[in-house]
């Protein structure tokens, strides 16, 4: 099983500001098949970016999606005030596919 | 635009079969993966299993003892049953979705399961 660890723990920033995110895996993610979530009080997680880098539907190009094999990184290039949250990787690997969430980082005003 | 719903008990008592159904609507249900996520609170996400539109079914490797996903098509709805449920199985549950096994795109408002006599 692939372990996914993500740093830092808490972000504190300010609106404005560039925000990243980092994911480490445990041994290569087979194909890139890494994503992102954002998930806000008591709402199901919103998917953001998958295949590492590829921005899902309707999300805004302040997100982005980098790296590949065990190192990946989310940046936000400027905080809006609605995207103060928690934000987890996500890996999918083997066949059939199995998947772990890392333990997200939060990110506050 | 496909929308989930989950429904269920929302209190099940150690030892018994949690039992959730998920309802899609706005979309077909005979393509895609079709997923149960959980949520302790205050904790990580945790995948359980998904259903393809055709049956077959993958679970998650520390669950599989437990759990069952069936999906039917006839009524554009999924399920959940987890057995022997313990206080650790109290979560919030999602279902989701996404035409890739990869990731999800589509979740459920999610729904608080307590696992309590």
């Known amino acids: 099983e692939i372990v996914l660890t993500q740093s830092p723990g808490t972000l504190s920033l300010s609106p404005g500001d560039r925000a990243t995110l980092s994911c480490r895996a445990s041994?290569?993610?087979?194909?890139?098949?890494l994503a992102w979530y954002q998930q806000k009080p008591g709402q199901a997680p919103r998917l953001l970016i998958y295949?590492?880098?590829s921005r899902a539907t309707g999300i805004p190009d302040r997100f982005s999606g980098s790296g590949s094999g065990t190192d990946f990184t989310l940046t936000i290039s400027r905080l809006e005030p609605e995207d103060f949250a928690v934000y987890y990787c996500?890996?999918?690997?083997?066949?059939?596919?199995?998947?772990?969430f890392g333990p997200g980082t939060r990110v506050d005003i | 635009q496909v929308q989930l719903q989950e429904s269920g008990p929302g209190l099940v008592k150690p030892s018994e079969t949690l039992s959730l159904t998920c309802t899609v609507s706005?979309?077909?249900?005979?393509?895609?993966?079709w997923s149960w996520i959980r949520q302790p609170p205050g904790k990580e996400l945790e995948w359980i299993g998904y259903?393809?539109?055709?049956?077959?079914?993958n679970y998650n490797p520390s669950l599989k003892s437990q759990v069952t996903i069936s999906i039917d098509t006839s009524r554009t709805q999924f399920s959940l049953r987890l057995s022997s449920v313990t206080a650790a199985d109290t979560a919030v549950y999602f279902c989701?979705?996404?035409?890739?096994?990869?990731?999800?795109?589509?979740w459920g408002q999610g729904i608080l399961v307590t696992v309590s006599s």
């Open positions: 996500q890996q999918s690997g083997g066949s059939p596919p199995g998947f772990s």
């Open positions: 259903t393809y539109f055709s049956g077959s079914t």
């Open positions: 706005g979309g077909s249900i005979d393509s895609d993966y």
């Open positions: 295949d590492a880098s």
């Open positions: 041994q290569s993610v087979s194909s890139n098949y």
């Open positions: 989701a979705t996404d035409r890739r096994p990869y990731n999800w795109k589509i």
